[in-house]
């Protein structure tokens, strides 16, 4: 049982490089979430899908596009990376239903942008 | 703009004490509070969930909530070294919307042998 499995674990991109984080869940879940995790910052938002076919925007959009490929898998595209995008990327993903939705998390993407 | 404050730490407590954390929220409306432990380079895992006033117990994790002062805690007794993470607070949004949840930055602690 693998929950929610991310690729890459790490990455250097140069400045105006595209790249797209993947995020694959089996555990059937509705939503998915990208979250950005910088030093005393704490997670935040980038983009969400509440279930599938579905996005929407969250805290950070900016400089980030998404696309909920089906039920399963939730990547997020860097179109031209910049230095402030480097961080630690987490996607997430829980179940629908009544008040407890804790999250669970991918091992996450380590991306440095130079 | 919902904000959750943490206290911001870090903290040292030496083995078999009793570690506080403390978390603040703005957003009145909320009904769902979780705490999250994060070692060091490793993703965030869930420990403990609350939705209604007063405590909620689960081994020597007690998570307490106080929605009139929207204060949520966590205390963690005989604490281990292996308790030595950093601990985040995350507050659900509004039944009916999309389940998005904003985390506090985060407290750091580190359990002294």
């Known amino acids: 049982n693998a929950g929610v499995t991310q690729t890459p674990k790490f990455q250097v991109l140069k400045t105006g490089q595209s790249m797209t984080l993947q995020c694959a869940q089996d555990m059937n879940h509705n939503s998915m979430y990208w979250y950005r995790q910088d030093p005393g910052m704490g997670l935040r938002l980038i983009y969400y899908s509440a279930s599938e076919g579905t996005t929407d925007k969250g805290e950070v959009p900016n400089g980030y596009n998404v ?18 995008q480097t961080s630690v990327y987490f996607c997430a993903s829980s179940e629908k239903g009544g008040r407890d939705y804790g999250y669970t998390f991918g091992s996450g993407t380590r991306l440095t942008v130079v | 703009q919902k904000e959750v404050e943490q206290n911001s730490g870090p903290l040292s407590v030496p083995e078999g004490a009793i570690a506080s954390l ?32 007063g405590d909620k117990e689960d081994g020597r994790f007690t998570a307490q909530l106080n929605k009139a002062s ?26 009916g919307s999309a389940r998005q949840l904003t985390f506090g930055s985060g407290t750091q602690l580190t359990v002294l042998p």
């Open chain 1, 67 to 84: 696309s909920r490929l089906n039920k399963r898998e939730f990547s997020l595209r860097l179109e031209s990376a910049a230095p402030s």
């Open chain 2, 22 to 53: 403390n978390c603040t929220y703005s957003d009145r409306v909320s009904q769902s509070f979780f705490w999250y432990r994060q070692y060091s380079g490793k993703s965030p895992e869930l420990i403990m969930s609350i939705y209604s006033n």
């Open chain 2, 70 to 95: 929207q204060y949520v805690s966590l205390l963690i007794r005989d604490s281990q070294p292996s308790d030595s993470a950093t601990y985040l607070c995350a507050v659900g949004s509004p039944p």
